[in-house]
């Protein structure tokens, strides 16, 4: 069974920290690129970051560069999204998302609040 299940959000103050992590299992990981998106209420889904199957290629969405970092972990199956100096503007609900030419998996996403 195909399975991403994200952990790690939670709420947190202007300027703080969090950490998720994605765990894969039931396929391959290490033939997908990994991607996080997130969702704020009332918003679009928007991609934040992603990285390549072997993760060497990383890219990051302008509204988070230089304060995220995406990285994996394929002897864990784990991808991990290190967030620091949060703003309350990311605020939202983040998703973990295997994708490859054959097909595309998404996780149940996990909560994250930035509030003073």
């Known amino acids: 069974q195909v399975q991403l299940v994200e952990s790690g959000g939670g709420s947190v103050q202007p300027g703080g920290s969090l950490r998720l992590s994605c765990a894969a299992s039931?396929?391959?990981?290490?033939?997908?690129?990994m991607n996080w998106y997130r969702q704020g209420a009332g918003k679009e889904r928007e991609l934040v970051a992603t990285?390549?199957?072997?993760?060497?290629?990383?890219n990051y969405g302008d509204s988070v560069k230089e304060r995220f970092t995406i990285s994996r972990d394929n002897a864990k199956k784990v991808v991990y999204l290190q967030m620091n100096s949060l703003k309350p503007e990311d605020t939202a609900v983040y998703y973990c998302?295997?994708?490859?030419?054959?097909?595309?998996?998404w996780g149940q996403g996990t909560q994250v609040t930035v509030s003073s």
């Open positions: 990285i390549s199957s072997e993760g060497r290629r990383k």
């Open positions: 998302n295997a994708r490859n030419s054959w097909g595309t998996y």
């Open positions: 039931g396929f391959d990981v290490r033939t997908f690129s």
